[in-house]
């Protein structure tokens, strides 16, 4: 008997490996296969190599390196072109002037970084757009000239790139009088600007990187964004090769948008689409998107024996750090080397020396570390107390006194046992793997830690003669660990995390924790089965059919379990939404606007990140009240809040502040920017149309962060601002 039970475990212990070795976490980019016709293989096959033109101050879609090589957004793209279709792809850069008048001569295969135009097309073949760009105007610092819309460019001076039609094509269509100062790269398109020789140049959201490239990113600024829709880049491709086009085309059909994604993230950043709507796109900084083009690959630090959080077995990563890692990198577009580590300890200090840059999910130390950052948790771990099976005097925490209790040493849950119970005797040890064994042994009385880790070492250690009897109140909180010195991935990371979902959460949780608890419980019914059974046939046959019945009610419990977790999250949504929900309006309330102030000015005091808030207040109100009643006022404030949300950009924060008192809080927004957000607003609210009125007018107060010592001063110097708009005569926007 006690050899066919420790045959069955072993077979069920390999049935569940094998079983869970097929499980995956979907977050694994899958590539569109190329198929080319037999002309287009043909093509290749006679011309295994085409080169493309671009221009040497295109950054950062082409950026000549030191070396010769060619990097950059386009770069990356026309490899991952390479790699697909088997068409090698190289660049030449050079004067873009003289790069297009070669290009027509044939001398190329094409150009890229282009925008379609009628003269281009007589000569190429442009393939599908590869991404938009809107185009911005940028001034100089302070925007002495107070260019703030199209209007204001009439009678100025801009600085164009000598050939670069796009720009000027634009700065045409505006209608407006300017007087073109041509210069030769988009590098001196800026310098102009900032040494006076022009008032204004047209770019795209690229800027702040040339700008920052140039060592001119402190004295220029964002005049307004230059038209409603994004303007398209392409790749023309030689009109005589018909072939080229199609295969291009099949190449970039074949880039997902995860890979797009990350392309924008690493080359554009937080200067790309996120603040017109994209939410998929990480709002980077400069300084973190700099980061990211230097630093594509970092190494992990790996602390094993704490599974189901993370492992190393035989050099592979395993648990649920591997998979949080997956996930967040990917979103970056970092790549990983591991660097294991035999306990916690030695983690802290492989961190703290710069032997390793990040830890997944890292406990915090005792003492602060200042050579070690950390992010918010991702994870929170319950503690529990765990004695043997035949302790009956260890009922909870306070039973703990004068007795030895084994803890993993260094973490803040041994500063907090000893702070709160003093009494209690702590034995160090490595990890939770030895301190269950010094409970086992009795060389410990109890153990106190994380339920997850103790949970699973029980279950793979069977001949563990261990029980859980309480709870305390303390939980473990897991972050992503940063050794210091790189501020930029600290943040970076806390974006990534910000962007994961509930849904994710569980299905890493029900992988790693979830699943593995369910077999145990099989398992234990099926012990204790085949223990009462007499013969071996007969407990075959009985153990068949009890394991089939505990399977069903087990699956039956769990679809009740699932059931009211999910009815319970659905409440607590509901719960949560309504605390945060105006009633009247719908819009978010006092509650969410002081959380989201809080969390963004946090941001802002660590990151140097820009932020704004504008405060609107409908004109004359009163008087609508007066006049038609509060009922048909209220129904005037529920439309007009549908059409602030409505107009409000994808990544703004809109709320209702108080009676006819509505607040919008911009994200990565210079204050310049929020002028022009809060103008356009204006003027299109200005001509909706309400069912019982024929129009409003709202007056604004606009405020963004300077460095204030909280966010309730930032909101001050917007309501000033508010009255003074108000004072003004109404119907405008005053900058705080």
């Known amino acids: 008997m006690i050899t066919f039970n420790k045959l069955y475990r072993q077979l069920t212990l390999l049935f569940v490996i094998c079983c869970f070795s097929k499980l995956s976490y979907g977050h694994e980019v899958t590539h569109s296969t190329v198929e080319l016709s037999a002309q287009e293989q043909a093509f290749i096959q006679s011309n295994p190599t085409i080169t493309l033109a671009s221009g040497d101050s295109f950054e950062p879609f082409t950026i000549l390196n030191a070396d010769g090589s060619v990097s950059g957004f386009d770069a990356d793209l026309l490899e991952l072109i390479s790699e697909r279709t088997g068409l090698k792809i190289n660049l030449a850069l050079g004067n873009w002037e003289e790069m297009q008048t070669r ?75 300017m007087t073109p100062v041509y210069v030769d790269s988009i590098h001196d398109m800026i310098k102009a600007v900032v040494s006076g020789q022009a008032d204004f140049t047209v770019l795209d959201e690229s800027y702040a990187y040339v700008a920052q490239l140039v060592g001119l990113e402190k004295l220029i600024e964002l005049g307004f964004v230059l038209g409603k829709k994004p303007f398209e880049l392409a790749f023309g491709l030689r009109n005589d090769k018909p072939e080229l086009v199609s295969i291009i085309n099949k190449g970039l059909a074949s ?130 107390i765990i004695t043997q099976q035949e302790n009956q005097s260890i009922d909870d925490i306070n039973s703990l006194a004068n007795k030895k209790v084994a803890m993993v040493h260094g973490t803040q849950l041994v500063e907090f046992i000893r702070k709160h119970y003093p009494n209690i005797q702590v034995i160090g040890t490595d990890n939770s793997q030895q301190a269950l064994e010094s409970v086992n042994t009795k060389q410990a009385d109890a153990y106190i830690g994380s339920a997850v880790i103790a949970r699973h070492i029980m279950l793979t250690q069977p001949n563990f003669n261990l029980k859980e009897v309480d709870v305390i109140p303390y939980e473990m909180k897991l972050s992503v660990a940063v050794r210091a010195g790189l501020p930029e991935l600290t943040s970076l990371f806390q974006k990534a995390i910000n962007l994961m979902d509930k849904k994710e959460n569980q299905q890493i949780y029900n992988k790693w924790v979830t699943t593995q608890y369910e077999i145990k419980n099989h398992y234990q019914g099926v012990i204790k089965i085949s223990l009462g059974l007499l013969s071996i046939i007969i407990a075959v046959l009985l153990w068949n059919y009890s394991l089939r019945k505990e399977k069903h009610k087990t699956a039956l419990a769990l679809e009740q379990v699932n059931q009211m977790n999910q009815l319970l999250a659905k409440k607590n949504d509901e719960l949560a939404l309504l605390a945060n929900t105006d009633e009247l309006t719908g819009l978010w309330n006092r509650k969410k606007i002081n959380e989201t102030l809080s969390h963004e000015f946090s941001l802002a005091q660590r990151n140097q990140y820009d932020f704004g808030v504008i405060l609107i207040d409908i004109d004359l109100f009163k008087s609508i009240n007066d006049s038609h009643g509060h009922q048909i006022g209220d129904e005037i404030l529920i439309e007009f809040a549908k059409q602030l949300r409505y107009l409000a950009r994808g990544s703004d924060l809109v709320a209702r502040w108080g009676g006819e008192e509505f607040l919008i809080i911009c994200p990565l927004t210079i204050e310049s920017e929020l002028l022009q957000i809060a103008e356009r607003l204006r003027k299109k609210i200005s001509i909706l149309q309400f069912e019982h009125i024929e129009s409003l007018t709202v007056s604004m107060g606009v405020a963004g962060y300077r460095n204030e010592k909280s966010y309730q001063a930032l909101l001050k110097r917007a309501d000033h601002a508010l009255y003074q708009a108000k004072h003004e005569g109404r119907n405008r926007v005053v900058l705080a």
């Open 255 to 384: 880039v997902t948008a995860n890979e797009m994604l990350v392309l924008r993230n690493r080359w554009l950043g937080g200067f790309g689409s996120d603040r017109y709507g994209d939410i998929n796109t990480i709002p980077f900084s400069p300084k973190e998107a700099q980061f990211l083009k230097q630093q594509q690959r970092i190494t992990v630090c790996v602390t094993p024996n704490t599974m189901p959080f993370e492992s190393m077995d035989k050099g592979k990563h395993g648990g649920m750090s591997k998979d949080y890692l997956a996930i967040l990198t990917h979103r970056l577009g970092l790549k990983t080397n591991i660097y294991s580590t035999r306990s916690w300890q030695e983690t802290i200090q492989a961190l703290t020396k710069g032997q390793c840059d990040i830890a997944a999910l890292a406990m915090q130390p005792s003492r602060n570390h200042h050579a070690i950052d950390y992010t918010d948790p991702i994870i929170t771990s319950p503690i529990n």
């Open 103 to 177: 290009a027509k001569r044939r001398e190329f295969d094409g150009i890229s970084t282009a925008s379609p135009g009628d003269e281009r097309k007589t000569y190429l073949n442009f393939s599908q757009p590869y991404t938009k760009l809107y185009s911005v105007v940028l001034v100089q610092k302070h925007n002495p000239l107070n260019i703030r819309n199209i209007d204001d460019l009439d009678n100025k001076r801009i600085a164009l790139q000598k050939g670069n039609l796009t720009f000027e094509r634009m700065a045409k269509e505006t209608g407006m009088k």
